[in-house]
């Protein structure tokens, strides 16, 4: 064309495109590949079964004495000895007095594994790639003759990781937890403990035991086997005690229920991850009960509708009995707190009337009977409940435990923790039992504890008051 000028292409030679795509183009880390394709090379005859530690950890199943994992050491080549992070965890409670463990994390290491008569070869590694710290991958790299033995033992190994042993599943940090502190607290939550009106005790307990009674009652009527309830109403009044003291006797029944309990939808991966992780795992643990304590917390306004589509989604959630607890009725979205099908049920636990304050304080004097030198009279019981009028039970705690500690700190004893258990109850009776107290019925007014009592209620109401 007259006038224009035309431009040099040399295709074969284009530097800026070649260093372009040599700039972008770096090789793939992937420490799996690596290890798989040398563990290949090196053992030619055997097969590579690779199975990831996070759901079968073959080193903690052989740790429970259903297989052996005996250490091997590269003494040839020391430089690829096995590698551990080793650390010390200490007790859960300094009070418990216990010594803590030594814990190994494995990063790399090699095993002769033995499992049902078969041995195999195992190496475990740790595949953190790049700089991201989370989530740890370990994996477990299986080398055997047969796969088949090797298919049984990461079935045998996975069913006892998802086996609970004196646990509780909770859900916290993004992921599902065992938590043995929860199931020892749960031991001590029984229903003969839970002061609640009588008939209202009686329509919670009846509600859930005769959910998990009635699935072929469910099916003949062609309605989904799944429901919800909402525990209801001011703070410390009972709600979580009824939650921990039914965990108890779902646990205590023939075909045992276990409860998941979740604590947060934070997660690493945001909460929409975290609810479908709660929700896939109870439809793999079903029946089972499934605990939202502070349901206006963890179901805020951005996950409600991800939320809702769990609830109502396409996929059976059939055995789910979900109950969630709040404070705040009155914040909960209306599709949640109002839309039948839900939560169909829902219990308000209001503050204690006169009758449930008296039978609070019949619980107390039970737990200080033991004390020969505390008089504790019925009538004294009857006293505490009318001037406690508004309180709730964590109130009436608070009056009790605070009044309590003022006559031990008076002989002398030391700072108890009043809430750690029956262990510290005696420590402090105890202590008390040097106080010369009248005998004989005496009046309220000689009463240690009923001028004690007075005090603790009196500073409990300004705080209710301001």
């Given at each position: 064309?007259?006038?224009?000028?035309?431009?040099?292409?040399?295709?074969?030679?284009?530097?800026?495109?070649?260093e372009y795509f040599h700039h972008s183009s770096g090789q793939r880390i992937?420490?799996?590949?690596?290890?798989?394709?040398?563990?290949?090379?090196?053992?030619?005859?055997?097969?590579?079964?690779?199975?990831?530690?996070?759901?079968?950890?073959?080193?903690?199943?052989?740790?429970?004495?259903?297989?052996?994992?005996?250490?091997?050491?590269?003494?040839?080549?020391?430089?690829?000895?096995?590698?551990?992070?080793?650390?010390?965890?200490?007790?859960?409670?300094?009070?418990?007095?216990?010594?803590?463990?030594?814990?190994?994390?494995?990063?790399?290491?090699?095993?002769?594994?033995?499992?049902?008569?078969?041995?195999?070869?195992?190496?475990?590694?740790?595949?953190?790639?790049?700089?991201?710290?989370?989530?740890?991958?370990?994996?477990?790299?299986?080398?055997?003759?047969?796969?088949?033995?090797?298919?049984?033992?990461?079935?045998?190994?996975?069913?006892?990781?998802?086996?609970?042993?004196?646990?509780?599943?909770?859900?916290?940090?993004?992921?599902?937890?065992?938590?043995?502190?929860?199931?020892?607290?749960?031991?001590?939550?029984?229903?003969?403990?839970?002061?609640?009106?009588?008939?209202?005790?009686?329509?919670?307990?009846?509600?859930?035991?005769?959910?998990?009674?009635?699935?072929?009652?469910?099916?003949?009527?062609?309605?989904?086997?799944?429901?919800?309830?909402?525990?209801?109403?001011?703070?410390?009044?009972?709600?979580?005690?009824?939650?921990?003291?039914?965990?108890?006797?779902?646990?205590?029944?023939?075909?045992?229920?276990?409860?998941?309990?979740?604590?947060?939808?934070?997660?690493?991966?945001?909460?929409?991850?975290?609810?479908?992780?709660?929700?896939?795992?109870?439809?793999?643990?079903?029946?089972?009960?499934?605990?939202?304590?502070?349901?206006?917390?963890?179901?805020?306004?951005?996950?409600?509708?991800?939320?809702?589509?769990?609830?109502?989604?396409?996929?059976?959630?059939?055995?789910?009995?979900?109950?969630?607890?709040?404070?705040?009725?009155?914040?909960?979205?209306?599709?949640?707190?109002?839309?039948?099908?839900?939560?169909?049920?829902?219990?308000?636990?209001?503050?204690?009337?006169?009758?449930?304050?008296?039978?609070?304080?019949?619980?107390?004097?039970?737990?200080?009977?033991?004390?020969?030198?505390?008089?504790?009279?019925?009538?004294?019981?009857?006293?505490?409940?009318?001037?406690?009028?508004?309180?709730?039970?964590?109130?009436?705690?608070?009056?009790?435990?605070?009044a309590l500690l003022a006559i031990a700190v008076s002989q002398g004893a030391?700072?108890?923790?009043?809430?750690?258990?029956?262990?510290?109850?005696?420590?402090?009776?105890?202590?008390?039992?040097?106080?010369?107290?009248?005998?004989?019925?005496?009046?309220?007014?000689?009463?240690?504890?009923?001028?004690?009592?007075?005090?603790?209620?009196?500073?409990?109401?300004?705080?209710?008051?301001?």
């Open positions: 064309m007259t006038g224009s000028q035309s431009i040099a292409i040399r295709p074969a030679h284009d530097e800026t495109g070649r992937s420490t799996d590949t690596v290890i798989v394709e040398a563990l290949r090379k090196q053992y030619p005859e055997l097969n590579v079964v690779v199975s990831p530690q996070g759901s079968c950890n073959l080193l903690a199943f052989a740790d429970a004495g259903h297989a052996s994992a005996i250490p091997i050491e590269d003494t040839a080549d020391p430089v690829y000895a096995p590698i551990k992070w080793r650390q010390y965890i200490p007790p859960a409670r300094r009070l418990d007095h216990g010594a803590g463990v030594l814990a190994d994390f494995v990063l790399f290491g090699k095993y002769v594994y033995k499992y049902n008569g078969h041995e195999f070869l195992l190496y475990v590694a740790n595949g953190r790639d790049g700089s991201s710290a989370y989530p740890q991958i370990t994996n477990n790299y299986i080398l055997t003759k047969e796969e088949r033995p090797a298919d049984e033992l990461i079935i045998a190994a996975t069913k006892y990781g998802q086996e609970l042993h004196n646990e509780v599943w909770v859900f916290d940090g993004g992921y599902w937890q065992k938590s043995g502190e929860l199931w020892q607290s749960v031991q001590h939550s029984k229903w003969e403990d839970v002061i609640l009106e009588e008939g209202m005790k009686k329509a919670i307990i009846d509600d859930v035991e005769n959910f998990f009674d009635s699935r072929e009652t469910y099916k003949r009527l062609k309605v989904p086997w799944k429901r919800g309830i909402i525990y209801y109403g001011p703070p410390g009044n009972g709600k979580t005690i009824s939650i921990k003291a039914m965990m108890h006797a779902l646990y205590k029944r023939k075909e045992a229920v276990p409860t998941l309990y979740v604590r947060t939808l934070s997660s690493f991966a945001g909460p929409e991850y975290s609810l479908g992780q709660i929700f896939s795992k109870a439809r793999r643990e079903a029946p089972c009960y499934l605990v939202f304590e502070d349901l206006d917390s963890i179901v805020s306004d951005s996950v409600r509708s991800y939320f809702l589509n769990e609830v109502d989604g396409l996929r059976s959630n059939d055995g789910i009995l979900m109950v969630g607890s709040t404070n705040h009725l009155d914040r909960l979205d209306p599709g949640i707190s109002k839309r039948p099908s839900r939560f169909d049920r829902k219990y308000y636990f209001p503050d204690p009337s006169l009758e449930e304050r008296i039978a609070y304080c019949h619980y107390w004097q039970g737990k200080l009977s033991d004390n020969d030198d505390l008089d504790f009279p019925d009538k004294l019981c009857t006293a505490i409940a009318k001037i406690t009028d508004k309180f709730s039970f964590a109130y009436m705690q608070e009056a009790f435990v605070a030391p700072n108890i923790d009043m809430y750690a258990g029956p262990e510290a109850m005696s420590v402090v009776t105890s202590r008390m039992s040097s106080y010369t107290l009248v005998r004989d019925d005496p009046g309220l007014d000689d009463l240690v504890l009923w001028k004690e009592i007075k005090k603790q209620v009196k500073i409990l109401r300004e705080e209710m008051d301001q």
